[in-house]
């Protein structure tokens, strides 16, 4: 039978203080080892031999092989003869040995937390490996081999370590979480003669109860470890052993969230790779979802209180059992709570959140920012600390405790284990800690549905006057009068408008539950919408308002949304700035209300470093590779979320409107070079692993010009002489453009534009380099290498983008100074601005800041003119640089007035600004007061006339 190979010993960690290592006790502090040690002297001799070294990377086999070949006579029951100890007694006798080694090596300070709990977890691998191997060749000899129904393939079980033996973190004397499963039903087929054949069920449960015995039943030797079974399917109540179909019938159907929380451990110590993956396929979805999870703070934290209910109870009944290190307030069960919470929340879209460790998942915390480095050093400490002092209770009598014993002199001994003077310093120390524990507990897991709405609140306001009375229309004057005393401009329209939600059909279906949560975080909301406004000077009450309900009908029924806003009040307020200063960031957010996790804190930056965030992209691109779906979503996860830490902070003024652009501009690259790659390992036609393939991108991407919703102006170019090349590299091509225009749950990456590329609708959608070259040299009209001024090498192959450079310049650089091209170009220049002018005419008397004469278009085309004419002579111009650096440099070149030039440069910088501005209100089309830019556009038509006359 295939075996999981026993996991090997992580490197050490830099979380784990060697200060926490005692050093003030000896192994004979333990009475379990001074009797073990008493019983045989062959046993110091032994001890000594395997205790030189770590125990976590112990030759378990060897060291199995010598305890079956040597066991001791005299005092233990002896080996006469010589014969071999069969495999239970030698496999105790290896426990008891391994056990005492690192009492051993543990007190006398050689050995530290991450050894112990490696090599009791290895151990516990080893032993139920190889007990099921031996168990397993004595059941197939008497009733055949498994064979599954459906496959036809031998069938082997998986075993299941879950808990702290799942985690690889096992104490010294625990038990051991199990769980049996099995792929298939079908029957044993006979191998030999006289074999009785079973079914698959109870062949595997007769082999899961012999395996139980191996390792449970106690002996003249003792026991190898306690197996504990209760966290199966259905509980003590269900079958011993599940087939696949069962788990996965029982987790979608029964599955409940404590659930979630032990099948977080779960880890297969046998079985075949392809079962094992299949099992993983049906219990992943069920404990990590795919969206962020923050409903399970409040079942964690049900299921904390019931397990303290109980230790009080206990508490109470014997208050000699006071001081559990594992389920006490401030203990062990908090540490890990504290951890498995951000698993759970984040597991699903964070894969490396999903370490069954509880220690580098505390790692990975600070790493991710999601616990200050300086917290999670501590909670590292202390579990260190409590794990140590577990470890010393157990080691006095090799019992399953987690209590200080009720002796005044163990409890001296155990402190002494410590390193401390006695008792009392040792319970100080444990309070200590605890209290840190506790308070790190209680930030996280503390209940915050009481939660008031903070300074911001004027008076308090009665949930069933504001919240759930909105149902009842009958009330719409009361809550009228409410809201003008917080302050609302427009009372009764607000009014209007909270009753219209409260009945609207979605809201009146809700749970009781939802309705009630949401009618809180409405009541909540209401005085701070009050101070919002208040203190931004812009906005209305009203409008604000209906953006919140908006938002809160789109997430009405997304518990998991509901709960972060009742978890994390402070994300409301961030949520009511955001949708206050901008229709359109309202609007996202509404749309993709996933991002409310970027409102939780301040991680993230808009300067992120870019590398890193591509590092992370590919490495969630690569977990989900063959699941095209998962990709698309993953995408568009990652860009929304980018775009929404832009938006935070372009919101609170700490970005300017040329400093987004650039980021904007660089994240789309990015996407745009990920969307090239994944699209082609999907094209089962490919003829080579790497495309020569490059994406272009021209207008406000070219220029790195790029807003929050600016559809991609892209061209695509191969250079590739293999004889599939032109129809794989269309299939790309049109991939590439439904990878980023699909609309999947998490929305669109990028709508798409190609009319650029040559001869526009009507041409090829992927070009050679060389029939781009000559396209551009010799059939491109104006207006076209008017584009190329704002192209450049977006993604892909980069010799094609360094051709491509070269193709540009040249073209650009071409020598238009006779009479005759000058007036060419300046007759093509003003006819196509007409052109544009006559398609878009003015409305309603508003300045269109875009497409109205002396606007944004204006100045690009006079830089168009500038460097179609004057490149020859001053290729410095070709530069893609941007309107107003290229406007400067053309002044500097003396082609242009330098007044004028910083004038239009000023008016571009302007309307950039008002532009952006409008466009978060989240009006599509940037139409302005006149009055706001007249002086603007006069500068800009003053500098046409100069350059390209009437």
Excluded at 170 to 179: K, P, Q
Excluded at 578 to 596: D, E
Aim: net charge negative; hydrophobic share 45%.
């Amino acid at each position: 039978m295939a075996q999981v190979p026993i996991p090997q010993a992580p490197p050490p960690q830099d979380f784990l203080p060697p200060s926490a290592v005692p050093r003030a006790a000896g192994a004979d502090a333990s009475r379990f080892f001074q009797r073990w040690i008493g019983a045989d002297p062959q046993r110091a001799a032994r001890l000594a031999a395997v205790s030189q070294l770590s125990l976590a990377r112990l030759d378990l086999g060897a060291a199995l092989e010598a305890e079956a070949a040597t066991g001791s006579g005299g005092n233990s029951g002896g080996n006469p003869g010589g014969n071999r100890l069969p495999l239970v007694r030698a496999m105790r006798r290896l426990r008891n040995l391994l056990v005492c080694a690192l009492i051993a090596r543990d007190l006398d300070g050689r050995a530290d937390l991450d050894e112990v709990v490696t090599a009791m977890s290895r151990f516990a691998d080893f032993a139920v490996q190889t007990h099921l191997a031996e168990l397993m060749r004595d059941m197939t000899a008497q009733h055949g081999t498994p064979v599954g129904d459906e496959s036809g393939r031998p069938q082997q079980m998986m075993v299941l370590a879950m808990g702290k033996h799942g985690g690889c973190e096992l104490n010294v004397s625990s038990d051991i979480d199990l769980i049996f499963v099995y792929p298939e039903d079908g029957d044993t087929r006979a191998d030999a003669p006289g074999q009785r054949s079973l079914s698959n069920h109870e062949f595997f449960v007769r082999l899961g109860r012999k395996l139980i015995a191996a390792l449970s039943e106690v002996t003249e030797d003792g026991f190898t470890f306690r197996v504990d079974m209760a966290l199966r399917p259905n509980g003590k109540s269900g079958p011993l052993v599940a087939s696949l179909g069962m788990v996965e019938d029982y987790l979608i159907v029964q599955g409940r969230e404590w659930e979630r929380y032990a099948w977080v451990k779960a880890r297969a110590v046998t079985g075949d790779a392809r079962d094992i993956a299949a099992l993983d396929a049906i219990v992943r979805p069920f404990v990590y979802r795919r969206y962020l999870d923050f409903g399970v703070i409040d079942a964690i934290r049900t299921m904390h209180a019931q397990i303290r209910a109980e230790v009080n109870r206990q508490e109470r009944l014997h208050p000699e059992r006071s001081h559990n290190v594992k389920l006490g307030r401030g203990g062990i069960r908090e540490i890990e709570f504290l951890a498995q919470v951000f698993q759970l929340i984040r597991g699903g879209r964070d894969p490396a959140l999903r370490d069954r460790s509880t220690r580098r998942t505390l790692h990975l915390l600070a790493e991710r920012d999601l616990l200050t480095p300086a917290v999670v050093q501590q909670l590292q400490e202390a579990y260190t600390f409590l794990r140590n002092l577990e470890h010393r209770l157990q080691y006095l009598e090799d019992a399953q405790t987690h209590t200080l014993p009720v002796s005044a002199d163990d409890r001296d001994t155990v402190a002494r284990m410590m390193g401390c003077t006695d008792q009392a310093a040792l319970l100080a120390r444990l309070d200590e800690w605890r209290g840190f524990v506790a308070a790190q507990f209680d930030a996280i897991f503390a209940s915050k549905e009481s939660t008031k709405a903070g300074d911001h609140q004027a008076e308090p306001v009665d949930p069933e006057t504001i919240g759930t009375a909105g149902a009842d229309p009958d009330q719409r004057d009361a809550i009228a009068e409410r809201l003008a005393g917080l302050g609302f401009d427009q009372p009764v329209a607000a009014a209007e408008r909270l009753v219209a939600t409260w009945q609207a059909p979605r809201l009146q279906t809700l749970p009781e539950a939802s309705r009630s949560r949401l009618a809180a975080l409405v009541n909540a909301a209401l005085p701070q919408i009050a101070a919002v406004v208040r203190e931004a000077g812009v906005g209305s009450h009203a409008a604000t308002l209906g953006r919140l309900l908006d938002f809160f009908e789109a997430i009405a029924r997304r518990s998991a949304y509901l709960s972060l806003l009742t978890e994390y009040p402070h994300t409301m307020e961030r949520v009511l700035r955001m949708i206050n200063a901008s229709g359109w960031a309202a609007t996202f957010l509404t749309r993709h209300p996933i991002l409310l996790d970027e409102l939780l804190d301040d991680r993230g930056n808009a300067a992120e470093d870019l590398p890193a965030l591509a590092a992370q992209l590919a490495g969630q691109l690569d977990e989900a590779e063959g699941d095209t779906e998962r990709q698309l979503d993953i995408l568009r996860e990652a860009l929304h979320a980018q775009q929404f830490r832009l938006l935070a902070l372009d919101l609170a003024g700490e970005l300017s409107v040329e400093r987004l652009a650039d980021h904007l501009s660089a994240l789309a690259d990015l996407i745009v070079a990920e969307v090239v790659k994944r699209a082609w390992r999907t094209i089962a036609s490919r003829h080579r692993d790497v495309p020569r393939f490059a994406v272009i991108a021209y207008g406000k991407l070219g220029g790195k010009e790029l807003g929050y919703v600016s559809d991609l102006d892209v061209i695509f170019l191969f250079d590739d002489d293999d004889q599939d090349a032109p129809a794989n590299y269309a299939k790309l091509a049109q991939r590439f453009i439904t990878w980023m225009t699909t609309h999947t749950s998490a929305g669109i990456l990028f709508d798409i534009d190609t009319a650029l590329r040559p001869d526009g609708a009507s041409g090829m959608l992927v070009s050679s380099v060389g029939a781009f070259e000559r396209y551009q040299q010799a059939s491109a009209w104006t207006w076209e290498h008017q584009a190329l001024t704002r192209a450049r090498f977006c993604a892909g192959d980069a010799a094609i983008g360094a051709r491509f450079e070269a193709i540009r310049e040249q073209v650009l650089r071409r020598d238009r100074s006779d009479a005759a091209g000058a007036d060419k170009l300046r007759a093509d220049v003003t006819a196509m601005r007409r052109r544009m002018r006559d398609a878009h005419p003015s409305h309603g008397g508003r300045f269109d800041l875009k497409q109205d004469e002396g606007g944004m278009i204006d100045i690009e085309f006079i830089n168009q003119y500038l460097v179609l004419r004057h490149a020859a002579a001053h290729p410095r111009l070709t530069a893609n640089t941007g309107n107003i650096a290229l406007l400067r440099l053309s002044a500097g070149l003396g082609l242009v007035d330098a007044d004028l030039a910083e004038g239009a440069a000023d008016a571009y910088r302007t309307m950039r600004r008002l532009q952006h501005q409008v466009r978060l209100q989240g009006q599509e089309n940037a139409r302005v007061d006149p009055g706001l830019v007249a002086d603007h556009a006069a500068v800009v038509m003053r500098l046409w006339q100069a350059c390209l006359g009437a």
